[in-house]
């Protein structure tokens, strides 16, 4: 039975059915953000293969994705450093996107969250 293909419209459609998540861009491509922070976007950097996704998640849990579908899930040394997964969107199933999506909202909101202003040191300054 062929798979039914995914593409960043799939992406797109998961992504708004989240709360507070908007259409945007992010180095010129077409991006999903919750409250101005990315949570997913076609890759703009050359060393990503065509038809993939850039997804922020923690890095741990990038660790684990890695070791559970290295056929689907893929780093580069350009993302390295970044709180990313490359998907290969030709062989993610629907689900698994959809939780992968919910797993990025999870990290992206609780990172907003702790760097909200309440949390900021107050300046200080003569009394």
């Known amino acids: 039975m062929p798979r039914s293909a995914i593409d960043f419209e799939t992406v797109r459609k ?16 077409p991006a999903l953000k919750v409250r101005g922070k990315l ?6 950097h050359r060393s990503a293969e065509p038809a993939s996704l850039v997804v922020c998640v923690d890095f741990d849990d990038r660790a684990e994705l890695l070791a559970a579908a290295p056929d689907v899930y893929y780093v580069t040394d350009h ?16 689900d698994v996107l959809r939780d992968l999506l919910g797993m990025a909202y999870k ?12 949390r900021k040191r107050q300046k200080l300054g003569p009394t």
């Open 14 to 29: 998961i992504g708004l059915a989240l709360p507070g998540v908007e259409e945007s861009t992010a180095y010129g491509s």
């Open 107 to 118: 990290f992206v909101t609780a990172r907003a969250t702790s760097r909200s202003p309440s």
């Open 39 to 44: 949570l997913a976007c076609v890759p703009a």
């Open 79 to 94: 993302y390295l450093d970044y709180n990313a997964v490359l998907v290969r969107l030709s062989r993610v199933k629907g």
